[in-house]
């Protein structure tokens, strides 16, 4: 079997030829525009060839040929019928022909169909080698054979070539359709025009010259050759457009499409306007089943409605092609394009599922994914083409792009203000891939836009957690982009003390010491309504203090914290170094004030005092000074700490040496040691002193007390001399009128012989509770 496609008709002459010279037999079958026919070869002779669209009528053939009368013909079928014998036979033995006659007429037809087939421009050949289709079979085996020479075909069929092109240019077509005019009525007027009348007969306004020929009695050349010269006599005239048009309808709904089809063919090519002929062909070969032919007029169809905007019509039209053609996809993803246009997106995505199923179908994965791209592209607001593509890319594994289309889809739903939608779309991303930063970033967002504080928290978190565990922190842009999870964290929950911990930790992370100072002084603020929460306030205080060493502010504030919470060692450590620094800067009096700090939460703390002592001495007050080492004596001395208590009223007695309190201390002090040579040196200063200040009691105590210590010498002696004479010099004195004792004498009268003894009960002084040189502990002997 060999097969020839889309071949032009000097090629078929080849084909012919060669099919003729090589002496083959078999069957060609010529597939033309409008018709198809079968071509029997026998040895290189053409013995029969019927037409697909015409059935072989030997009758037809012998009367067309003028063999036979019609009325003969019927004759002849009536015997035929009663007899049961082929028609052939029937006319033989009732005298009317000859078999040469009939042989003729085959020979004739043969003829005709052969040349039409010369009049095509292309056709499809098929030669079937040695094969009788059962058709040709069926005809053969009446007995009817010819043997025509397949050369005198082609040169018949040539010399008719060349005659059409003259009878062309007045009858360009055989699908036109000719009425006669007044000027032909003289043919049934006049004798000798037989041929001319019985073309005339035919012409009727209806009939094209197809059929005006085929149906005339004489060949079907000289058929033309008539039609040709009542044409250019103008006695018949082509029938316009628009009738071929309203014929075309009338035989189409009488059911004679392929007379229809022929009508509106040759309207179409006379050119029409307004009256759908393209339409009405495309509907007529559909009926009639030529897909191809269809499917080229509805495109043509669609193709000029969409021009002029009726999408309608177009979208109906690329409908009727897909029925057709459903494995034709270039026409569908058309059909959906045009939808697009008309906004119709219900029947857009319909249409597209489909399509889609026929890629896939066909492992043409891409094209089903690029069909929904160019949706998207058309139509970018449409859900569905995100839904479709990360369905798709899913389904082949490819999980990366499904998140970024369903990322894309999640935007679109947050534009068009359907969150809670978009919600939904994020936690399916999350399924997919629970690492996804921006895709939980986005979740958490829009739960805070939906007032879902808790879960958004909840998912800012998880975000925090994810990006600290798999490391990528350690890129400053990452770091950043924890700051600012945490920062709506912070304004999610303005309370959340450990959202702001880790903001500042993150702060800190990210370099930004005075970021982490602002988010702290904001939990500082926070905290001061929360009075219960006293350790959460320290720890605050503490990490600011840290961050800022020499911020006196925060170290005040965390001072007190401290006392608040009871922890008196910090509050106290942190309260003499803001002094220190206090007094550093020659600041005294605030340095007093945070010493008073220290002394509320430690009343007895000897260093506070000796900071206060020298803050005094700094002041060149040496009478408090001199008081602060008084109490730190007396502290010294209830700890029996007795060197140390020594060591302070030394300092007092040098700050106040006529402080007769202070070297009585003093004095007990050395006796409690056991430093007579001190005692000794000290009670007789104190000896001498009241001598010369006449206080003739206390300096006789004093001398008293060096005797009964044994630590009498000359020195002693010489004082107790010095007050014997000053005893009689008083004496004396007492005889002569108003005399006064002196006032010192009062003050030294009242200080009887002391022993040290443990304190009992912390005494308080106005100042801050602590005792003092104007009320020792001391017991009078």
């Keep these: 079997m ?46 029969l060839v019927l037409a697909k669209q015409r059935k072989f009528l030997l009758g037809e053939a012998l009367v067309k040929y003028g063999k036979l009368e019609k009325e003969q013909l019927e004759e002849a079928l009536s015997e035929q019928r009663k007899s049961g014998k082929e028609l052939g036979k029937v006319l033989v033995e009732m005298g009317l022909l000859s078999e040469r006659d009939i042989q003729e007429a085959v020979a004739f037809q043969i003829t005709e169909e052969v040349c039409d087939i010369f009049s095509w421009e292309r056709v499809d050949c098929q030669f079937l080698e040695d094969e009788v289709v059962p058709e040709i079979q069926k005809i053969l085996d009446e007995g009817i054979r010819v043997a025509v020479n397949a050369e005198s075909l082609i040169m018949e069929a040539a010399r008719r070539i060349d005659e059409w092109e003259i009878i062309k240019k007045l009858v360009p077509s055989t699908k036109d359709v000719f009425q006669a005019t007044p000027a032909s009525f003289h043919y049934f007027q006049e004798e000798g025009w037989d041929a001319e009348r019985e073309v005339l007969s035919l012409i009727d306004g209806v009939r094209d010259v197809e059929e005006v020929i085929q149906k005339a009695r004489m060949p079907k050349f000289d058929a033309l050759k008539i039609l040709h010269k009542l044409v250019s006599n103008k006695e018949i005239e082509p029938v316009p457009a628009p009738r071929l048009v ?30 759908e002929v393209d339409h009405k062909l495309a509907k007529a070969y559909e009926a009639v089943g030529n897909v191809k032919k269809a499917v080229e007029k509805y495109l043509a169809y669609a193709r000029r409605k969409e021009q002029q905007g009726d999408l309608d019509s177009a979208v109906y039209a690329y409908g009727r092609i897909i029925n057709l053609q459903p494995d034709e996809l270039r026409w569908h993803k058309r059909l959906i394009e045009v939808l697009i246009k008309q906004g119709r997106k219900e029947e857009v995505v319909r249409q597209a599922r489909k399509l889609e199923e026929k890629f896939l179908a066909r492992n043409q994965k891409d094209e089903a994914v690029a069909l929904w791209k160019r949706i998207q592209q058309m139509a970018p607001d449409l859900p569905v083409t995100y839904e479709a593509l990360s369905k ?15 990322e894309n889809l999640a935007g679109l739903l947050l534009m068009r203000g359907e969150k809670e939608q978009a919600v939904k779309v994020f936690r399916r991303i999350l399924q997919l891939d629970d690492e996804c930063v921006q895709a939980r970033m986005s979740l958490a967002a829009t739960l805070a836009d939906l007032g879902q504080t808790k879960q958004a928290l909840s998912e800012y978190s998880k975000l925090s957690e994810m990006l600290q565990r798999t490391g990528i922190l ?10 600012d999870i945490y920062r709506k964290m912070a304004d999610l929950e303005p309370q959340n003390l450990d959202v702001r911990w880790r903001l500042a930790e993150a702060y800190l992370s990210s370099g930004n010491k005075e970021g982490a100072l602002q988010t702290l002084q904001e939990m500082l603020d926070i905290l001061r309504s929360q009075r219960d929460n006293k350790e959460e306030l320290v720890k605050v205080l503490e990490k600011m203090s840290q961050l800022s060493p020499d911020d006196e502010e925060v170290l005040l504030k965390l001072g007190d914290a401290y006392a608040d919470c009871g922890m008196s060692q ?39 005092f000796r900071l206060m002592a020298e803050i005094y001495g700094q ?77 003739l009691g206390l300096a006789a105590r004093f ?41 010192s004498s009062r003050i030294f009268s009242s200080i009887p012989g002391i022993r040290i003894i443990k304190p009992k009960k912390e005494r308080t002084n106005p100042e801050g509770g602590q005792p003092s040189d104007s009320q020792p502990q001391r017991q009078f002997e």
Excluded at 250 to 255: V, Y
Excluded at 580 to 593: D, H, I, V, W
Aim: proline letters at 2%; aromatic letters at 6%; charged letters at 30%.
């Design 474 to 483: 350690q890129d400053g842009g990452n770091m950043a982009f924890l700051l």
């Design 570 to 608: 910090q509050a106290i450590k942190v309260y003499e170094r803001l002094a220190l620094a206090a007094m550093q800067r020659g600041n005294y009096e605030e340095a007093l004030a945070l010493c008073q700090k220290c002394r509320r939460v430690e009343p007895l703390r000897i260093d506070t």
């Design 246 to 275: 309203e014929l075309g309808l009338r035989f189409s709904n009488e059911g004679n499409l392929r007379k229809a089809i022929r009508l509106f063919e040759r309207a179409e090519e006379l050119g029409v306007e307004g009256l």
């Design 2 to 47: 060999t097969t020839m496609r889309d071949i032009n008709i000097m090629d078929f002459s080849s084909i012919f030829q060669s099919i003729s010279g090589q002496k083959r037999t078999g069957t060609l079958r010529v597939v033309g525009p409008d018709d198809e026919k079968l071509i029997y070869f026998n040895r290189g002779n053409v013995e």
């Design 703 to 743: 001398i008293s007390e060096l005797e009964r210590l044994g630590l009498s010498d000359d020195s002693v002696t010489e004082i107790k001399n010095q007050l014997k004479v000053l005893q009689t010099r008083l004496e004396e004195a007492e005889k002569l009128p108003v005399i006064e004792r002196p006032a």
């Design 392 to 406: 798709l890319h899913l389904k082949f594994d490819e999980t990366v792009q499904a998140i970024i289309e369903l």
């Design 619 to 695: 002041l060149g007050d040496t009478e408090r000074q001199a008081e602060f080492y008084r109490q730190i004596a007396w502290l010294y001395i209830a700890m029996e700490h007795y060197d140390a208590a020594e060591d302070a009223l030394v300092r007092a007695s040098e700050l106040q040496s006529a402080d007769l309190g202070t070297l009585l201390l003093l004095a007990e002090i050395y006796k409690k040691r056991k430093k007579k040579d001190k005692v000794k040196s000290l009670l007789s200063r104190l000896a001498r002193t009241a001598v010369k200040q006449r206080d």
